[in-house]
């Protein structure tokens, strides 16, 4: 039996090699991305969260809009399992609301009294799934009218901070996703363009990158934001506020794409595409582009954070986008005093998320760079 295993080892590392060497480009990019612990951990994550926002109006428990004045700044609800020493399953308690004596102010407590069990599949508010039909059926939720499952707590109007951080997302991500598009389409053409052509398209092409690059980003957003109308759409000025981070984000790709035309326009496989005939446009899609997919997925996965991160700000000082779209920017207006803060330390939440989204696809395109890598090992 040993000397079959010695024989058959051979075998198998000459297979495992003969794998690799038929192997597809995609499939060694999977191979070389599953070894990255943290940008597996991120793509995960992240397409729990975009699924999530995705459909939000399921996920979130309740509606984003609903007001509750009995349950202004109430905490987080804790989820139990035990009760009175006996496994019931997740539930979580009623909630008593008591005044303090001392300051007056309205403070919550469980009642131990009230069990509520936690349902999935729950009905709860109605809404319309994507159009097509409404339904009252949500991912989670407790089977009673007066009591809710607040698990990040509510705002100062009552209303459900995990389901307004879940909508919240749906926002934010995809004016992050959406002002990249921008941003590739631009950028990938003025850099291919710029590294290609060069001379005096070059340097006009240049001159005007330097120019945008020149002025501060964060006083170029607030005065091209504070130019929006307050009377305007909110959706129209949701499509506005990415077209101006695409505008101001475009040029860092345009300059990576523009430097790695420049080292390969000469190489001989391009110049065997010249002499074969290939026109201009075959060999910039074909043969140049298709050498520094790392360099670009690096540039696009570094890009959406800053997106993420403009919108953020943007709506967070107001000049962004503005109530009643719910964007992770606008949830933090609500935690911009210390009194806010001290009192319901839930309202920082959009911020922690804000903070993990931006890891996570550093991380992303981390290990995307690396994968793609074609000098990697």
Do not use: C
Request: charged letters at 15%.
């Amino acid at each position: 039996m040993t000397e079959q295993t010695i024989d058959n080892a051979p075998e198998t590392v000459r297979d495992r090699k003969e794998e690799l060497f038929t192997a597809k480009p995609w499939q060694l990019i999977w191979r070389r991305f599953s070894r990255h612990t943290l940008a597996m951990i991120s793509m995960w994550f992240l397409s729990i969260l975009i699924l999530a926002a995705v459909f939000a109006d399921m996920v979130g428990p309740y509606d984003p809009f609903e007001v509750q004045r009995l349950r202004t700044l109430a905490p987080p609800t804790p989820i139990h399992l035990f009760h009175e020493g006996q496994f019931v399953g997740p539930f979580v308690y009623g909630l008593a609301r008591e005044r303090d004596p001392e300051t007056a102010r309205v403070i919550f407590a469980e009642d131990t009294d009230k069990v509520l069990p936690i349902q999935l599949f729950a009905q709860g508010d109605e809404y319309s799934f994507f159009g097509l039909f409404k339904t009252n059926f949500h991912l989670f939720g407790v089977n009673d009218r007066r009591d809710q499952i607040n698990l990040l707590g509510t705002d100062d109007l009552g209303r459900d901070v995990f389901s307004r951080l879940i909508h919240g997302a749906r926002v934010s991500l995809s004016a992050g996703l959406v002002g990249v598009a921008f941003a590739f389409i631009l950028g990938l053409t003025l850099g291919s363009i710029s590294g290609y052509f060069g001379g005096w398209i070059d340097s006009s092409i240049q001159r005007l990158m330097e120019f945008i690059r020149s002025i501060p980003t964060i006083p170029l957003w607030m005065g091209l934001a504070a130019a929006l109308p307050v009377a305007w759409d909110p959706l129209f000025v949701y499509v506005l506020i990415t077209l101006i981070l695409a505008l101001i984000g475009w040029t860092h790709l345009a300059r990576v794409v523009r430097g790695q035309f420049f080292a390969i326009r000469n190489e001989d496989y391009v110049m065997a595409a010249r002499l074969a005939g290939a026109s201009e446009y075959r060999i910039i899609t074909k043969h140049m582009l298709p050498s520094m997919t790392s360099y670009i997925i690096a540039a696009l996965t570094l890009a959406v954070p800053d997106m993420i991160l403009g919108e953020t700000a943007l709506s967070f000082l107001g000049l962004g986008l503005r109530p009643p779209v719910v964007s992770w920017g606008v949830l933090l207006q609500d935690a911009q005093n210390l009194r806010s803060i001290s009192l319901a330390p839930w309202l920082l939440s959009p911020g922690i998320a804000v903070v993990l989204t931006v890891l996570a696809f550093n991380f992303l395109g981390d290990g995307l760079r690396d994968a793609a890598d074609p000098y990697g090992q």
